[in-house]
């Protein structure tokens, strides 16, 4: 029986390290067009993942969100926007009509991912490892709002996050991008 215990113990010891060494390159996502894509394809680069709404009173986030990946985005650094409709219904236009959304309103140049949920019982998988500490390894960080922000290094672990409040260009998301 003691044995038993200790193999069991083991095996879920196990499978708690693995679950935290999972990286942010192990994931794949859809883009905005329902293309394939590899997170694994970032390695190197810093990331910013942000949950995105339309009809949210954050969406002139957008702009910011633009503007700061305009200024790094020469310097591995990238901005992802993940579209989800958590939130009050905030986000209720198809794949297409929020990347035409983003490209008139705002001029979005920054990867756009198809919409997902980031939180609940549909939540996506990179949400899951985004949000609990047992996958990421770091801390649980539940999605409060819409824009709220995600740093991963260029090793692909997580390092942080912002609220959806705190702009783009504050100065724990820049200190972070230009640290070496």
Do not use: H, R
Request: charged share 25%; aromatic share 14%; glycine share 6%.
């Amino acid at each position: 029986m003691k044995t038993f215990v200790l193999m069991m113990v083991s095996l879920l010891f196990a499978v708690s390290l693995e679950a935290q060494n999972k990286s942010f390159y192990d994931f794949a996502v859809k883009t905005i067009d329902g293309k394939e894509f590899s997170l694994s394809s970032l390695k190197g680069k810093k990331v910013l993942v942000v949950n995105v709404a339309s009809k949210c009173g954050l969406t002139p986030q957008y702009a910011q969100l633009e503007k700061l990946y305009e200024k790094y985005k020469d310097k591995d650094f990238v901005i992802i926007g993940f579209p989800a409709n958590n939130f009050m219904g905030q986000e209720p236009g198809s794949n297409e009509e929020i990347a035409q959304f983003c490209s008139l309103n705002y001029g979005v140049t920054f990867p756009m991912m198809a919409k997902i949920s980031v939180k609940g019982k549909e939540i996506a998988p990179l949400y899951q490892w985004l949000t609990e500490k047992k996958l990421n390894g770091k801390e649980d960080a539940s999605v409060q709002w819409n824009f709220q922000k995600f740093m991963i290094d260029e090793n692909g672990n997580w390092v942080g996050f912002a609220s959806p409040k705190e702009s783009p260009f504050s100065e724990k998301i820049v200190t972070w991008i230009e640290k070496e």
